[in-house]
């Protein structure tokens, strides 16, 4: 049966992937972007291809009321509200000694706050209607931290804690919850490090630093149908692609969380962050690589959590 979903940060990138995926599996899709023209041709793309149908909406995540307002009226016009993706997000980069209060408020604002809005204007749409899923866009860096970019990493597992604690709040009430957590995709979000924002030694393009950590960046296409998958299945952790899992699976980090173990290199070439060179920039690894991964606390985890991880999890629920 097709459902209505709404996808913000739809213009571009996963959001966009996304709801092409949701668009050809025949869901009717409202697109929602900071960015209005962009969420409009993409709309008009989307509905072409069919068999579902998409419409625009320029909306930016940060405004609490705007927000609320979008999803309800999507409820409102349609009858019930299927699926909504809170994936609108900015890359914050630098060390830390670089960023100012501007860039940790930008990543707060967007990358957490934007979700929280979307998770508050949904939830109690679908609490009412008994049924709906809300699918949060997290990172690998919400699951282990990352040095040159701890606004995003901070606001990324925030996003994991809120999304894995509604989960299981919600989930004797009809609504699921699910948080994605993509390695390095390819986005233009890899190109514009720090938006509107002052310059650091992270900003604008990153994409070869980060292809030295992660040397085939993963299609957002793909990513999208990773996330369509683990949304029918329900998962409360959707990890891609499976090799940037954590050793043990996810749920070395979150035991309760998430799938089976699956064999991971993603640590393999992660330099020791801890250093900096005299001039103050941070060491890099021995292929010139910046600190852009760090090893997880959790790896290895505990013989409990190995045994978890090795027996795959049941899930949250
Ligand atoms: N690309 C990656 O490697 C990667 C990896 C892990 C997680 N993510 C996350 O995936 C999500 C999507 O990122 P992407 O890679 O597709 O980036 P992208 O830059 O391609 O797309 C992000 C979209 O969000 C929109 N946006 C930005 N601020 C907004 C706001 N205030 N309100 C509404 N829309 C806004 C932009 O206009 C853009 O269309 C983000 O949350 C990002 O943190 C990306």
Sequence with gaps: MSGIAIVTGGASGIGRAIA??????????TVADLNGPG???VAEELTKRGPGAAVAARLDVTDAVAVADLYRSVKAGMGRLDLVFNNAGIAVGGAAEELTL??????????LKGVVHGVHAAYP?????????????????????MPMGIPYTATKHAVVGLSLGLRAEAAGRGVRVSVICPGFVD??????????????????????????????????????????????????????PASAEPPGG?????????????NSSWTASAPSNSATEPDGAPVRGPSGELPLIARPPCAGGSGRRRRAARSGCAGWT
């Design 20 to 29: 092409a995926a949701l668009v050809a599996e025949g869901h009717n899709v």
């Design 187 to 240: 986005t233009p979000l890899l190109t514009n490090i720090n938006p509107d924002l002052p310059k650091t030694r992270m900003s604008g393009d990153a994409r070869e630093d980060i292809r030295r950590a992660q040397p085939r960046l993963y299609p957002a296409d793909k990513l999208a149908r990773d996330v369509m998958r683990g949304v029918r299945k329900n998962r409360a952790l959707i990890v891609a």
């Design 102 to 111: 501007e860039h940790w408020n930008r990543a707060i604002d967007v990358n």
């Design 125 to 145: 749409i679908m609490l009412e209607q008994g049924f709906g899923h809300i699918v949060n866009t997290a990172s690998l860096a919400g699951l282990v931290p």
């Design 250 to 262: 996810p749920c070395a980090c979150f035991p309760m969380a998430a799938s089976g173990p699956r």
């Design 39 to 41: 969420a409009e041709q």
